[in-house]
């Protein structure tokens, strides 16, 4: 059965300092492994897909990195506005749907 | 590019009443996802259409979920005879011909008093 298991569940951070949160996964073949960004009351906003192991992507202050078994967010030097839930998600071969994580929680204090 | 609009965005009923949510996506996107997200966790898959077909249910849409999307436009959900268990956010996704990546709405806030 398809897992995704996302660490640390909550992370508090002071406004410039670095740290990257993890994403585990179990399926058998990714077509797709997904990050999202949710602020409170809203939707996921779409952030970055990865495809294959080694591929990596960045915006602004974020770096997302994909390994054969998991996927890392990195955030550099993060800013208040960087606070929100952190979303992981997967597509198996053959599948329609996104399975996701239940997020990371970051808080960026200033 | 105006998004994926949902409506309403808050919804507050009393157990037993039926409720209907509806969806409008992404213009140029053929796909339309529905979605249930409870406090805490991640969003979990309710349906699928391509074009007006709705080609996927899960497991977790129960007889009393019913969901449409006619002339591969617009869709609606519909829940029949809400339940407590029934307070989520109903978030409807859209993606374009050959792609992975789901854009969401803002989603439907739904609480069963």
């Known amino acids: 059965e398809d897992q995704v298991t996302q660490s640390p569940e909550a992370l508090r951070l002071q406004e410039g300092e670095s740290s990257s949160l993890n994403c585990s996964y179990t399926?058998?073949?990714?077509?797709?492994l997904f990050w999202y960004r949710q602020d409170p009351g809203k939707g996921p906003e779409f952030l970055f897909t990865l495809y294959s192991a080694g591929e990596e992507k960045e915006k602004e202050r974020l770096k997302a990195t994909l390994t054969k078994k998991e996927s890392f967010l990195h955030i550099t030097a993060p800013k208040p506005e960087d606070s929100a839930t952190y979303l992981c998600?997967?597509?198996?071969?053959?599948?329609?749907?996104?399975?996701f994580g239940t997020g990371t929680r970051l808080t960026v204090i200033p | 590019d105006t998004g994926v609009s949902q409506d309403p965005r808050h919804k507050i009923t009393k157990r037993g009443q039926n409720v209907t949510f509806r969806c409008d996506p992404i213009?140029?996107?053929?796909?339309l996802y529905w979605y249930r997200q409870t406090l805490g966790q991640g969003p979990e898959f309710l349906t699928y259409?391509?074009?007006?077909?709705?080609?996927?249910k899960s497991r977790l849409l129960s007889d009393r979920f019913s969901a449409e999307r006619p002339k591969g436009s617009f869709s609606t959900l519909e829940i029949q005879r809400t339940e407590q268990g029934d307070s989520a956010m109903y978030l409807c996704?859209?993606?374009?011909?050959?792609?992975?990546?789901?854009?969401f709405g803002s989603g439907t806030q739904l609480s069963v008093l």
């Open positions: 399926v058998s073949g990714l077509r797709g």
């Open positions: 996704a859209s993606s374009r011909p050959g792609g992975l990546e789901l854009f």
């Open positions: 998600a997967v597509q198996a071969p053959g599948a329609n749907n996104l399975f």
């Open positions: 213009s140029e996107h053929n796909r």
């Open positions: 259409f391509q074009n007006e077909a709705q080609l996927e």
